[in-house]
Nanobody
Framework: QVQLMESGGDSVQVGGSLRLSCKFS????????MGWFRQGPGKEREGVGS????????YTADSVKGRFTISYDNAENTLYLQMDSLRPDDSGMYYC????????????????????????WGQGTQVIVSS
């Protein structure tokens, strides 16, 4: 059974940084596509980026490109989201999720993440960016 646990959310000032973590357990021996999503107040959930646990096929949404970095540590089975130059519109609940590996290939090729393709989700961690 796949389990995901996010952490690292906090309240920060504009321009600040945070690193979110997503601890992944269960069936970690196979390759997965792991994604970060966020949902701001009154907004739909949107994809932030994705990466293969076996490495590569990194996709980052245009809205965060150059500010956010996605990485995966195989030794720790942990997905990370380094967030720099944070803005108020980055506020929201951040979720990690898993999907089959081809989802990451499609995300990179099509420059979009389809949350319907992700079947396992964490509970989320809250990020608040204030001015």
């Amino acid at each position: 059974q796949v389990q995901l646990m996010e952490s690292g959310g906090d309240s920060v000032q504009v321009g600040g940084s945070l690193r979110l973590s997503c601890k992944f357990s269960g069936y970690t021996e196979r390759s997965w596509c792991m994604g970060w999503f966020r949902q701001g107040p009154g907004k739909e959930r949107e994809g932030v980026g994705s990466i293969l646990t076996s490495g590569g096929n990194v996709y980052t949404a245009d809205s965060v490109k150059g500010r956010f970095t996605i990485s995966y540590d195989n030794a720790e089975n942990t997905l990370y989201l380094q967030m720099d130059s944070l803005r108020p519109d980055d506020s929201g609940m951040y979720y990690c999720a898993t999907a089959g590996p081809l989802v990451c290939v499609r995300a990179r090729n099509l420059s979009t993440l389809d949350l319907q393709e992700f079947g396992n989700w964490g509970q989320g961690t809250q990020v608040i960016v204030s001015s």
